[in-house]
């Protein structure tokens, strides 16, 4: 019978060792590749940006009466961001994604005034998420989208990394700007895409208190030298209204050149005779590769029932002329901006001297830094 002499046990005790080892490495090494798998497709980014507005023919502080009480304010165009008078900030913009080959998320948090008057239809009061959806890439065709994303609706967006101008256009500002649901994106061909959604009322991005839905679609197509898309919502967007909303809208822009570029955003927005209805046009020329000017030129209309902003049948015309100096990731934007209303019961603008205008006339420069 064979013995276990103290050279044997201490060869067992040693592979024990060896074994429990190879284990801790092989499981520490299977954990490394997951988190560097995860981290590879992971990614951060991002915009800050800050600017200084001042009006040429309005008021840039409050003026008070005798007894101290302010009688009126500082004035700017009633279209959203880039309103305050002065130096001001716009917000700072972080977006977290993840990318895997089938499953994916992005949580995109904003802060500061831009962000809280895009999410200004949140039930909580320091609500600081502009996205937060997850989706899955059913297949090379199909992709479902499940959460809050911003609307596909119109030309200009949210973060002003992304918008030409810096302030923003009348549709803009009064089309919706988010939506909580499910959405389906179909890849039709390599040119042509279609979207189909179910979502809460517009903006009410959180949850929905109303029990009742609106209905989104799209038809896209693309190619190397630009884009068109046609969009359509219907459905509850103002439930205490008990009335749907119909708004059609087409966003398209082309390269027709290296340095020459033009878009173009009309929509149409009605519920129960209110509304809206405008046009745009967006061309810009790319002087240098690091200078680029551009004009937006907006025509906005309210319905015969009432608008949103001015009231019914008024008028808005907005000339925008914005520069984009890019030095870097940082990019400058001057801009001069002139604002004329007409149909309205009264000036809805005043001057320096404190009389009723019809027009405003104002400059900004903003600083957006993109990472």
């Known amino acids: 019978m064979k013995k276990f002499t103290t050279a044997n046990i201490q060869k067992i005790f040693l592979l024990g060792i060896s074994f429990v080892i190879g284990s801790n490495l092989q499981a520490q090494e299977a954990e490394t590749a997951e988190v560097e798998s995860f981290m590879s497709n992971f990614s951060i980014s991002g915009s800050v940006d800050t600017y200084f507005r001042s009006n040429f023919n309005g008021l840039n502080k409050f003026e008070y009466n005798d007894a101290g009480e302010p009688i009126v304010g500082p004035q700017a165009p009633p279209s959203s961001f880039a309103n305050d008078p002065g130096f001001a900030i716009g917000m700072a913009n972080v977006i977290l994604g993840y990318e895997g080959e089938k499953v994916g998320f992005v949580a995109d948090l904003v802060f500061g005034p831009r962000g809280e008057d895009a999410v200004f239809a949140s039930a909580a009061p320091n609500n600081i998420v502009n996205q937060l959806y997850a989706y899955w890439n059913v297949s090379d065709a199909v992709t479902l989208t499940l959460g809050n994303f911003n609307t596909f609706l119109g030309y200009e967006v949210i973060s002003p990394a992304a918008n030409f101008n810096y302030s923003t256009s009348y549709m ?171 149909n309205t019961p009264s000036s809805v603008f005043i001057n320096s001297d404190l009389e009723g205008t019809d027009n405003l006339s104002s400059f900004v420069l903003a600083a957006v830094y993109s990472f």
Request: aromatic residues 16%; charged residues 15%.
């Open 172 to 342: 803009f500002s009064y089309g919706p700007f988010s939506h909580t649901g499910i959405k389906a994106d179909f890849a039709i061909d390599d040119n042509w895409s279609a979207m189909l959604a179910i979502m809460n009322p517009t903006d009410w991005t959180e949850f929905n208190p109303y029990g009742k839905y609106s209905f989104g679609g799209q038809l896209g197509y693309s190619t190397g030298n630009g884009s068109a898309f046609l969009n359509l919502i219907y459905g509850e967007q103002m439930p205490l209204l008990d009335e749907a909303t119909f708004q059609i809208d087409l966003t398209t822009g082309w390269d027709f050149t290296e340095a020459f570029y033009l878009g173009l955003n009309t929509t149409y927005n009605t519920t129960d005779g209110a509304g809206f209805y405008g046009a745009a046009l967006y061309p810009q020329i790319q002087t240098s590769d690091s200078f680029a000017i551009g004009i937006r030129a907006e025509y906005f209309k309210e319905l015969e029932n009432g608008g949103p902003v001015y009231g019914a049948d008024a008028e808005a015309l907005d000339f925008t002329l914005t520069g984009n100096y890019s030095i870097g990731k940082l990019t400058i934007k001057p801009e001069l901006r002139l604002d004329r209303v007409s």
